[in-house]
């Protein structure tokens, strides 16, 4: 079998002097592993493309084994390395998918989400904080875990949120709050975020001027959210995060 497919590298596994396992997030194959003979050699063609982060074309052969023919790289994000900061926010974007999405699976909305997020983290600095929670709430979004942040969870009322059960998955409205202790408080400014984060786009969402304490608050819930539904405590590059915050 021959596949021509447009893809990320998320990972680089080195197997011994020239050649490497890349972990691919493609269009049309999903995530997949190949092999790629001779990576290591800066003269093989196979070279520029076999680096984290690159997005191209690549031409897949086989089947379940896959190995890498041909590369025609769109871009290599190569300034990531050069920004220490940059660098690890790229690298926890890539961690996360690598994280949620198994082999063989795919999820073109997650897909396009870390290549237009990759876009933007190399072309603008400043915004890193303000486009990891976008990141992370439309990763939610795509894997079908979106905080429901439009009704009450118990009584469906659309107004008076003051609440959020990480259990529940969605806001509480004030009334329904008083019977539900274990709900964590949430202020309604961060809730109307939240509404505006999942509906927006990221062109709309990176034009809102945003104040650096509601960013605050909200990185303290996602965070915890996160990790309820997918178990982040694994991801070593958010450790890195933390340094910037
Ligand atoms: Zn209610």
Same mark, same amino acid.
């Given at each position: 079998?021959?596949?021509?497919?447009?893809? #990320? %590298?998320?990972?680089?596994?080195?197997?011994?002097? &020239?050649?490497?396992?890349? @972990?691919?997030?493609?269009?049309?194959?999903?995530?997949?592993? %190949?092999?790629?003979?001779?990576?290591?050699?800066?003269?093989? &063609?196979?070279?520029?493309?076999?680096?984290?982060?690159?997005?191209?074309?690549?031409?897949?052969?086989?089947?379940?084994?896959? !190995? *890498?023919?041909? %590369?025609?790289?769109?871009?290599?994000?190569?300034?990531?390395?050069?920004?220490?900061?940059?660098? &690890?926010?790229? !690298?926890?974007?890539?961690?996360?998918?690598?994280?949620? #999405?198994?082999?063989?699976?795919?999820?073109?909305?997650?897909?396009?989400?870390?290549?237009? &997020?990759?876009?933007?983290?190399?072309?603008? @600095?400043?915004?890193?904080?303000?486009?990891?929670?976008?990141?992370?709430?439309?990763?939610?979004?795509?894997?079908?875990?979106?905080?429901?942040?439009?009704?009450? +969870?118990?009584?469906?009322?659309?107004?008076?949120?003051?609440?959020?059960?990480? @259990?529940?998955?969605?806001?509480?409205?004030?009334?329904?709050?008083?019977?539900?202790?274990?709900?964590?408080?949430?202020?309604?400014?961060?809730?109307?975020?939240?509404?505006?984060? *999942?509906?927006?786009?990221?062109?709309?969402?990176?034009?809102?001027?945003?104040?650096?304490?509601?960013?605050?608050? +909200?990185?303290?819930?996602?965070?915890?959210?996160?990790?309820?539904?997918?178990?982040?405590?694994? #991801?070593?590059?958010?450790?890195?995060?933390?340094?910037?915050?």
């Amino acid at each position: 079998m021959y596949f021509e497919t447009e893809g #990320i %590298v998320l990972k680089k596994r080195k197997l011994n002097d &020239s050649d490497v396992f890349l @972990t691919l997030l493609t269009k049309k194959l999903g995530k997949v592993q %190949v092999f790629v003979k001779g990576a290591n050699n800066p003269k093989n &063609s196979l070279n520029k493309g076999s680096h984290p982060f690159v997005y191209a074309d690549f031409s897949i052969r086989g089947e379940k084994n896959y !190995s *890498l023919s041909n %590369v025609e790289t769109k871009d290599t994000f190569y300034n990531f390395r050069e920004n220490l900061k940059t660098l &690890s926010y790229a !690298s926890y974007f890539v961690d996360i998918v690598d994280h949620v #999405i198994n082999e063989d699976e795919s999820n073109f909305e997650l897909f396009q989400l870390l290549i237009e &997020s990759l876009m933007i983290l190399n072309k603008t @600095t400043g915004y890193e904080e303000k486009l990891k929670l976008y990141f992370e709430f439309k990763a939610l979004k795509a894997l079908g875990y979106a905080p429901l942040v439009n009704q009450c +969870m118990i009584c469906s009322k659309k107004e008076n949120f003051n609440k959020f059960s990480v @259990t529940s998955g969605g806001v509480i409205c004030k009334e329904c709050s008083k019977k539900h202790p274990s709900a964590i408080d949430l202020h309604p400014m961060v809730i109307k975020l939240m509404q505006f984060t *999942l509906s927006s786009n990221i062109s709309e969402y990176l034009k809102k001027d945003i104040n650096s304490l509601l960013i605050d608050k +909200m990185d303290i819930f996602i965070n915890s959210y996160m990790e309820y539904y997918l178990q982040m405590g694994n #991801i070593k590059s958010k450790k890195f995060l933390k340094i910037y915050e």
